[in-house]
């Protein structure tokens, strides 16, 4: 499958982006689908993850209650929702993918190490 992110911007804090990922080649059916950034000089950090197939999310604690993941099954396209921007939430946004059912109640996985499909960053900056 190939990934292809966008919707990255330059916004003030408090404010609302959504950020999307369309796979351009194949489906996300039994992938789980994740959303990465990083920081410059900062290693690149899990955000949120979605099971395809059931629904079933994780979010990482720096971003629960904010940050929503979703899907669009007819264009094949994974959506992260970003409310309530803060500075400390510029970095540039990868979405990620790996083949795989986890099923619900389990981890889902959040080490990039674990995705082996990348799509190319967006820049999200936030300014206060």
């Known amino acids: 499958v190939q990934l292809q992110a966008s919707g990255g911007g330059l916004v003030q804090a408090g404010v609302s982006l959504r950020l999307s990922c369309a796979a351009s080649e194949g489906t996300f059916r039994k992938y789980v689908v994740g959303w990465f950034r990083q920081a410059p000089e900062k290693e690149r950090e899990f955000v949120a993850a979605m099971q395809w197939d059931d629904g079933n999310t994780m979010y990482a604690d720096s971003v629960k209650g904010r940050f929503t993941i979703s899907r669009e099954n007819a264009d094949n396209t994974i959506y992260l929702d970003m409310g309530s921007l803060k500075p400390e939430d510029t970095a540039a946004y990868y979405c990620?993918?790996?083949?795989?059912?986890?099923?619900?109640?389990?981890?889902?996985?959040?080490?990039?190490?674990?995705?082996?499909?990348w799509g190319q960053g967006t820049q999200v900056t936030v300014s206060s």
């Open positions: 990620a993918a790996v083949l795989g059912y986890y099923g619900m109640g389990y981890i889902l996985p959040n080490h990039p190490a674990d995705y082996n499909y």
